[in-house]
């Protein structure tokens, strides 16, 4: 944990001079032409137009934030070219990938910034990816997203994707806006945003949103839950600007696994009465639970956090063509997850006890008694809960000195970060096979006892870790305009990571009572009271280069070279994995602007060592070790045939394979198959039409195309996950400046598409029961909007 002088030292930047690094460029216009687009995610000083950029880039406007109607922040980079964004999890617990980037889950190569900080310094733990811990709501400007490029310089110096939430900011007059929403499945939503001036060159914003309900995954409670709060105060000097930020999230929701459903090759149906789009195991029957250890478990607590953010940023001119840039965050709160994780498939009651080799002597109802037939189909799922203290402080200094076409920036980074982690896995039980799942108990003819209250299993891993990072950092960037067309850029970083950590032994294999004819405990893993501890440090060398080249104000080209590298994360430290992962990244693009067309174009080429994928099933994480190369092509534009019609368009083409990447200790070579849980193919379409009635009311309608490719989901190749084709629409009326109706259709064809097979029961094909993750059903949502 952080001690009290740095606790001390984070309250204290809040009485500096400090200005928004995100904004020290003016706030853009979001109906703006492309080309005055000012980027400032992954740019060593005030940003850059974004027809100047050496780098791919995607800028998320309000108005494209709202077409996307985005069910979690995770989902809302489903936008991003190269990037496979699965938001099937729930509002929390989505898995991100990055253009080939191989990992297991969560989201390895994705750094979240708000106002250009990272907010928490590690990209993803086990159970954590940094969605999980901001939400998009009304007080969100813009959303920008660098991909490879300068990203590996800057901030924790990520090699993958970098996104930066950018705030609203108050205005010379006050304005507010109140927005309520509701889903056809019954969940509420409430937004409020006020802002305006607070004298001479200070302005306000506050706002956020309270939501509650019980999720299109009825569970039979109501797991999703909560809110967020933000705020700002800017200020003006003669020679630069005053930001301070502070957000409160406390919010919650259902975290949403795989299920099973029937696969006949690529074709996906329904299992019984579980529906694939809005069917979910957990019910009121398994929400609450008394766990073998003694410990309680609600499923209502989801998976969530409950956490402050706060923030600075200082901008000064202190010379000619001197400026000084500061900025700075800390973070403290939890991150917990409680879930119902399926730990076998559906088979009959009969050939479970079968493959106990036994047969059923009594199969009971656990709550109101009862016998239940040999025929029923059951599935085993145990209530996992992980619990995360999580505290991070950041900052970053540069000095930017420009001289006639020359800009030389100069930098230094500092973060500390810590989590103290509380893991109980495990906790199966006997369940039938159904929506809203009931819990069984079972004894065998012999008198062998399968269950006790319906548990077949206590915990088989637990964690009871205290772990603490810091990382140090220097960077270097020279930007020079060789000739009104030719811009170079280079860049230079050095960091060094230092990782401790203690951590409680578990026992494996317990049989807790001693008594052969329990089952129920005989395979248990108990914490000893012994501790063992992590040490790692390691410094890495980062760099890149970039051309860009304008043919004419509208045309342009630009190639880059960079090189990245990323730390060992806590997780694979505690597993004995001290590995660092590092990053070579080629790449290309065409960028073309005219009044018909707005074009993207950017060629890659990525090669990958040092990599870890790591997926928990029983008997604790289990490694791949190796590297990985993957070649592909992103489009991203849109064209305006006519007034007041325009077509969006993204799409991705991938080729990413593994190469030297091991598993089983070693001895099985994966090399050659391709990496995981991303598609060769992957594109959207959303053409808009905008209706005027007058010089205020206005009709725009819109519709989304979405195309995902095959995919595996295991390393081995073993589950395939069918290529799907989802349409998504929305309507919205604006009766006049102030009022405006929208509804939003989700999945409007109501399409079964997955995401995610079963990463604890490897080798499942078609033609059977499987479990697997799909995507959310059909679904509706009405909004009223009030801006005043």
């Known amino acids: 944990m952080l001690n009290r002088t740095r606790l001390l030292a984070s309250a204290a930047l809040f009485a500096l001079p400090t200005a928004a690094y995100a904004q020290e460029a003016p706030q853009t216009d979001y109906t703006a032409p492309a080309e005055d687009e000012i980027i400032v995610t992954g740019t060593a000083g005030g940003g850059i137009n974004r027809q100047s950029a050496a780098f791919a880039i995607t800028n998320i406007t309000a108005d494209a934030i709202a077409k996307a109607a985005p069910n979690s922040t995770a989902d809302l980079f489903k936008v991003i070219p190269g990037v496979s964004a699965e938001s099937s999890g729930g509002q929390n617990g989505?898995?991100?990938?990055?253009?080939?980037?191989?990992?297991?889950?969560?989201?390895?190569?994705?750094?979240?910034?708000?106002?250009?900080?990272?907010?928490?310094?590690?990209?993803?733990?086990?159970?954590?990816?940094?969605?999980?811990?901001?939400?998009?709501?009304?007080?969100?400007?813009?959303?920008?997203?660098?991909?490879?490029?300068?990203?590996?310089?800057?901030?924790?110096?990520?090699?993958?994707?970098?996104?930066?939430?950018?705030?609203?900011?108050?205005?010379?007059?006050?304005?507010?806006?109140?927005?309520?929403?509701?889903?056809?499945?019954?969940?509420?939503?409430?937004?409020?945003?006020?802002?305006?001036?607070?004298?001479?060159?200070?302005?306000?914003?506050?706002?956020?949103?309270?939501?509650?309900?019980?999720?299109?995954?009825?569970?039979?409670?109501?797991?999703?839950?909560?809110?967020?709060?933000?705020?700002?105060?800017?200020?003006?000097?003669?020679?630069?600007?005053?930001?301070?930020?502070?957000?409160?999230?406390?919010?919650?929701?259902?975290?949403?696994?795989?299920?099973?459903?029937?696969?006949?090759?690529?074709?996906?149906?329904?299992?019984?009465?579980?529906?694939?789009?809005?069917?979910?195991l957990a019910g009121r029957e398994t929400r609450l639970s008394l766990l073998p250890d003694g410990s309680r478990a609600d499923l209502a607590d989801g998976r969530g956090a409950k956490l402050i953010n706060l923030g600075t940023n200082f901008d000064y001119e202190i010379g000619d063509g001197l400026q000084v840039r500061y900025r700075a965050s800390y973070l403290n709160g939890d991150a917990d997850t409680t879930g119902l994780v399926p730990a076998s498939t559906a088979q009959s009651a009969s050939g479970y006890a079968a493959s106990l080799g036994g047969t059923i002597g009594s199969l009971t109802y656990v709550n109101g008694g009862g016998a239940v037939a040999g025929t029923q189909q059951v599935i085993r799922a145990g209530t996992w809960i992980v619990r995360k203290q999580i505290e991070d402080f950041t900052n970053d200094l540069n000095l930017e000195w420009k001289s006639g076409n020359n800009k030389f920036t100069v930098g230094a980074y500092f973060s500390d970060f810590s989590s103290n982690d509380q893991w109980n896995l495990g906790n199966i039980r006997l369940l039938t096979a159904e929506n809203n799942a009931r819990v069984l108990d079972l004894v065998l003819a012999d008198g062998r006892v399968v269950t006790n209250r319906g548990f077949t299993q206590g915990s088989f891993f637990n964690v009871n870790a205290a772990y603490d990072g810091r990382e140090y950092a220097f960077y270097a960037v020279?930007?020079?305009?060789?000739?009104?067309?030719?811009?170079?850029?280079?860049?230079?970083?050095?960091?060094?990571?230092?990782?401790?950590?203690?951590?409680?032994?578990?026992?494996?294999?317990?049989?807790?009572?001693?008594?052969?004819?329990?089952?129920?405990?005989?395979?248990t893993a108990v914490l000893n009271g012994t501790f063992n501890t992590i040490s790692y440090k390691k410094g890495a060398w980062s760099w890149t280069a970039g051309l860009n080249y304008d043919f004419t104000s509208s045309l342009g080209a630009y190639v880059r070279y960079n090189r990245g590298n990323t730390n060992p994360f806590f997780d694979n430290l505690r597993d004995g994995i001290r590995v660092s992962p590092r990053v070579d990244n080629y790449e290309g693009g065409i960028k073309l602007r005219t009044d018909l067309v707005s074009l993207y174009a950017t060629l890659f080429h990525t090669n990958f060592k040092g990599l870890v994928t790591t997926v928990i099933g029983n008997g604790g994480p289990q490694a791949s070790i190796g590297g990985a190369r993957s070649t592909g092509v992103e489009l991203e534009g849109q064209i305006r045939p006519i007034d007041n019609f325009a077509i969006a368009f993204s799409g991705t083409w991938l080729d990413a394979k593994y190469r030297n990447f091991f598993a089983n200790n070693g001895a099985t070579d994966l090399s050659g198959n391709r990496v995981q849980r991303q598609p060769k193919w992957q594109w959207r379409v959303t053409p808009s039409y905008d209706i005027e009635f007058g010089s205020d009311s206005k009709v725009s309608l819109y519709s989304t195309f979405a195309y995902v490719g095959d995919r595996f989901s295991d390393t081995g190749n073993t589950q395939d996950l069918p290529h799907y084709f989802k349409i998504d629409a929305g309507v919205t009326f604006d009766v006049n400046r102030a009022l405006t109706f929208a509804v939003t259709a989700d999945n409007l064809t109501d399409k079964v598409g997955l995401t995610e097979g079963d990463p604890r029961t490897i080798g499942q094909t078609g033609g059977e029961v499987v479990n697997a993750r799909p995507i959310l059903g059909r679904s509706f949502r009405f909004s009223a909007a009030y801006k005043f």
């Open 94 to 280: 989505a898995n991100i990938f990055v253009r080939g980037y191989p990992s297991a889950g969560d989201a390895e190569f994705v750094t979240l910034t708000t106002q250009g900080v990272p907010f928490f310094s590690p990209p993803t733990l086990s159970f954590l990816e940094n969605t999980q811990l901001i939400r998009v709501d009304e007080t969100i400007a813009r959303v920008e997203a660098v991909r490879g490029g300068t990203g590996a310089l800057f901030g924790n110096g990520q090699p993958g994707l970098t996104v930066n939430f950018v705030q609203k900011e108050g205005g010379s007059e006050f304005e507010g806006l109140v927005k309520a929403s509701i889903a056809d499945y019954g969940d509420v939503r409430g937004d409020l945003v006020l802002s305006g001036p607070l004298g001479d060159n200070t302005t306000f914003l506050v706002g956020g949103y309270y939501s509650t309900g019980h999720g299109i995954r009825n569970p039979g409670f109501s797991p999703e839950k909560g809110g967020q709060i933000t705020a700002n105060v800017r200020h003006d000097l003669d020679k630069g600007s005053i930001l301070v930020f502070a957000r409160y999230l406390n919010d919650h929701g259902q975290w949403l696994l795989p299920i099973p459903v029937v696969r006949d090759g690529d074709k996906v149906r329904q299992f019984g009465n579980i529906d694939p789009g809005t069917g979910a």
């Open 478 to 523: 020279d930007e020079y305009q060789i000739t009104p067309e030719l811009r170079f850029d280079a860049g230079i970083r050095y960091q060094n990571y230092k990782a401790t950590g203690t951590l409680e032994n578990n026992n494996f294999g317990v049989d807790v009572d001693g008594d052969a004819n329990t089952l129920y405990d005989s395979n």
